[in-house]
């Protein structure tokens, strides 16, 4: 057995006899206390960096409760905070003694203002909206305050379900103009007062469903969003699981979904696009991106659902339905914008999620391999990752490329120990990954496979949606001055790794009466690179930064609630390759300055930068209208860009041709879909420049 295996397997047995403590002692406290104390001391013991339970972390938890608990402020008030912070500093003491006075009192409040806001929500839509008053609404979370009153709440309620109203108006409004503009006989002229009328009544029965879906929520379920709570303080991969049925449990561990491909989870109140499953029909469409918020979800009949608050299950089953049929997502983008995404529910392609190559014909002939995730067989018979490389690079050197691209563009990661032997394909032998744990021990993951078998010129593309075991690649090969890293001002910055336990397999046959208790997941290990330097948080930064039209939009690891910090370590000992001629990097950062379509973006995303910082919006219907067509304008933009951009002669490896041929003619259309979307991508036209120079 490797060294490697030995190691992991090591701290894996020490965190079962840890966790295994349970089995030796009666715990006499209920249910409740009895998982307050098994999570506490599962983090403290086997965490990779554990916060100590006191004071700081008390007030860590206090805040990061009460907003998951009232994310929009929309039912506590400014007093209600105020009695509340009493357990301010509490919460520690009380997780020692395995109470939460902290949580019952919260949750009496809530649970009073809750009924509160049922009874008078409903009196609010009685009247119509004036859209002539200059008011405004904020629509950021973060920066909206409680409200000081009664009156106060009521006020913020009437501005929240009037901005419902002014945007299902405009949404009106805009479908009325389209079907005059394509002259359809079945559109009827209708007055302003009609369409407000209209969407009061729509917005009330939204808001009706919604309540009630909230009211569906119980004390039980916020308890454990308390659970989870005082373990995701640590950091936000570290979290509890309650007990769930099987398809529950695997929406709430992976997300994925049949109908339209992607990966979804549910966070203060917002179901939100984690990523999105290549070969999915999200995938193939490219108007649903990671970080993507679903406001609302419209089958083929029927209105428009609204999912905020909504139990991620309850959303999935939205969302879910038969292949061919339609359905409507109404997304709130990172910078604040709204947009409609209208897919056609299929299943995901397979074959889609492995490895796939494609020749750039130009100046020279370059080889492009897109991977879109660390794929590893888990011993079902599966695929790995890195021989699917190796088997597209043998097939690229025999068409005699120049070069090669690997894209690992919204590669969100995978198996670390195929990414030890991806690497292995570029280089000699030589150390790839440190991994270190809480104990302070470090294991260096090495290649050492003398066999290359690429040593030619060599592209990484990368972009914010680059993580984990992508920006380890990028890492390696960077460090080794083995190629050039290409792509967004960088990576995601997610560089730990975590285990999950099953709380049932901790205690004995004793307590059966109250399993199950659910799972815990916690960061146990940090990744580093081989110069030393951690990717948690900064990433990895690209030798050629390329602008990108969401660069200036908060993202990634950094924007999550209490990331572990970036740090370094001693670094490996390697023998790096001579670096690319400065040359190459200098010509491609002027080829960058003066194209013209990288400029636009670049004035684009200053745009949108300014539009996520505009979070306050007017409730007049003329700005609102206003605001929401500089928008179109924007992505208008956008298109024409990628239409106008110069092609490129992409095609299939003669290897592969004889294969394409005899597929159906689905897969022969979707394989001619993603040569003719290569062949205008304006970031790899550049990546093929600097290959071609390299």
Known sequence: MSRKPLFLLAVVIVGLLVFASYRMFRFDGNRDEMLINMLLDGVQTQHFAPEPVDDTYSTKVFDLFLKRMDYNKKFFLQSDIKELEKYKTQIDDEAKGNKYDFFEAANTIYEKRFKEVSAFYNDLLDKPFDFTVNESFETDPEKAKYASDDTGLKDQWRKYLKYQVLARIDGMMEDAEKAKARKDTSYHEKTFEQYEKEARDKVRKSNDDGLKRMAEVDKDDRFNLY?????????????????ADKANFDI?????????????????????????????????????KAGDVILKVKQETGDPVEITDMRLDKAVQLIRGKKGTKVTLTVKRPEGNMSEVNITRDVVVIEET???????????????????????????????????????????????????????????????????????LFIKTG??????????????????????????????????????????????????????????NTTFGKGTVQRMYNLDDMINSSYDNIKPLGSLKITMQKFYRINGASTQLRGVTPDIILPDLYSKIKYGEKEEDYPLEWD???????????AADAAVISNSKRRIESNKSFNIIKDEADELKRQSD??????????????KEK?????????????????????????????IAADDTTRQRRNKDWLKELSKDIYLQEATNVTTEL
């Open 227 to 243: 659970l989870n709570t005082l373990v995701n303080v640590q950091d936000p991969h570290t979290e509890y699981f309650p007990p």
């Open 252 to 288: 709430a561990m992976t997300g994925q979904l049949q109908g339209i491909g992607a990966q979804l989870q549910e966070k203060d109140g917002q179901i939100k696009v984690s990523s999105i499953i290549p070969g999915g029909p999200a995938y193939r469409d490219g108007r649903l």
């Open 354 to 424: 492995y490895a796939q190559s494609a020749i750039v014909n130009g100046k020279e002939k370059v080889g492009y391999i897109r991977l879109p995730g660390f794929y590893a067989d888990m011993g079902n018979g599966g695929r790995n990752c890195d021989e699917d490389v190796k088997t597209e690079l043998e097939k690229l050197k025999k068409e005699k490329v120049d070069g090669v691209i690997l894209d690992l563009r919204d590669n969100g990661g995978g198996s670390l120990e195929s990414v030890v032997r991806m690497v292995g």
């Open 431 to 488: 150390p790839v990954v440190q991994v270190k744990t809480r104990n302070g021990g470090t294991n260096v993951m090495s290649d050492t496979n003398s066999d290359v078998t690429y040593d030619g010129p060599l592209v990484v593309m990368v972009n914010e949606g680059s993580a984990s075991a992508s920006e380890i690649l990028a890492a390696a090969i960077q460090d080794y001055h083995r190629g050039v890293i290409i792509g967004s």
């Open 568 to 578: 370094e370590i001693s670094p490996s000992k390697y023998d790096a390759y001579k």
């Open 614 to 627: 505009n979070t306050e919006l007017t409730l007049t219907l003329d700005a609102y209208r206003k605001r």
């Open 631 to 659: 928008t179109t304008e924007a992505e208008k933009t956008m298109k024409e860009l990628e239409d106008q951009a110069s092609k490129m002669n992409v095609a299939n490896l003669q290897a592969d041709m004889a294969k």
